[in-house]
């Protein structure tokens, strides 16, 4: 660290989606328990450069500040990080932030993250209840699957899984990590399981779960420990039965 | 999007495919190669025995395209174009899984380039009639030797990662547990594969017999 009482931070901006991106620099005076969110929001209250420049605040994303929204998502120091939960005291110095580089971005750290609903969609990442007449209730689900499922439920969204994704890219529209695992959670709840197949199905489009590589980086990014791994190997199996052997034994 | 839009298994069922001739047949007819070719272990008859058994098999031409050319060359054309489609980023993220999955392409590309050489030189230039000493005097060539060495590391390698890649790909190896599991067979089958294969390249090469005390 240069100096115990300044941290310097370097951000990556960019005014518009289609702007060129730019580097500047900032010197903060240093707090205990200080995180990177805390430092845009220091930025944002003086925005001075190091240089004594006057800019604009950086624009990003945050709300819930407690890792469970997903909206702060960014690089840091290189890699995919919550800036909610990046701590200032375990950074290298000085601290380089970009946007995610697998979304557009929208203006300097904030990213669109379209994409990820769009495939949401796609798969039907959602239970129907609604009928046009009172459905009554679902069937029960067993604490076993409810143990299987609630950590898939973690899901934020985030997109660090598909950041960090080497057959996520221009070239390649791959859904990622994350909707993998959302139809392996749906499909295991007990009334989402009579949309299974259509789910599957979408899952076997172009894009779709075929694309995995099985490069692995997905689990190691996850901020929310989510078994990805487990979710599309479960998800693959499923996938090959319905495709292979559906037309078979149905 | 609505699904029936775009309702294609084509993709799918194609990347399917790649996987799947991954191991059957390309990955079983290297098996195969290795297992014959060790009768260079043996002694040189036994080798020329054994390679002019399966120079004479019924349908040959047919074998040779169906079970061996046409599925490693739909699993070699096919693995670039996957390799394409994907951007390596191991520099940012230096993890196990991700280096496998860099190593895996230029594995690929080796065995690919040594397979088309190996092919010319055994199979073409030899009119499919290849014998020890054929094998013996092209490794005189440190050239032909070396590249004999790369091209026996890069397909084990392959296919040590490949069936690893695969149990994970079709879900047979699911759980974490599963997947370690998996992770130590391809290891094993891919240091077993280096092994035996620079054991029978050394064999040409050194005119070296380590079974010939069974015909004592
Ligand atoms: C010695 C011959 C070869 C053998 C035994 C072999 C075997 C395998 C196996 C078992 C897999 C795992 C299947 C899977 O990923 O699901 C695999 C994957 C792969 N192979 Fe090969 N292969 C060979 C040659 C090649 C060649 C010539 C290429 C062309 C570059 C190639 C490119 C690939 C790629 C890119 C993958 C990864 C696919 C993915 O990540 O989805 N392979 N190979
Ligand atoms: S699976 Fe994990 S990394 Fe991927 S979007 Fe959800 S929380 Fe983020
Ligand atoms: S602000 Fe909600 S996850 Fe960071």
Redesign the interface.
Known sequence: MPDAKEVIVRVKRQVSPKGTPYWEEFALPWRPAMNVIICLRDIAENPVTREGQRTTPISYDSNCLEEVCGSCAMLINGKARMACSALVDKLDQPIRLEPFSKFPVVRDLAVDRQFMFESLKRVKSWIPIDGTYDLGEGPRMAPETQEKAYPLSRCISCGSCLEVCPQVNDNNKFIGAAIISQVRLFNMHPTGAMHAKERIAALMEPGGIQDCANAQNCVKACPKDIPLTESIAEMNRQAWKQALVGWLVG | ?S?TA????T???L??LHSFTGVIPVGAFLAEHFWSNSYALVSRAQYDAKSQELQTIPFRVAVEWLFIFLPMLYHGGYGIY?W??????IS??P?V??W???TQRYTGLIAFAYIGWHLYTERWLTHGKSTYTDVEDLLQNPYALAFMFIGVLASSFHLGVGI??FL?????????KA?RAAGALGATVGFAFSVIGVLIVLSFWLNWHPFDFYLK
Do not use: P
């Open positions: 999007m699904r775009t309702r294609s298994e993709d799918y069922l990347r399917k996957i394409l489609r994907g951007k390596s980023n940012a993220y993890w899984g991700n496998l999955y860099t690893w890649n994970c790909k079709w879900g047979l190896a699911a759980t974490v997947q």
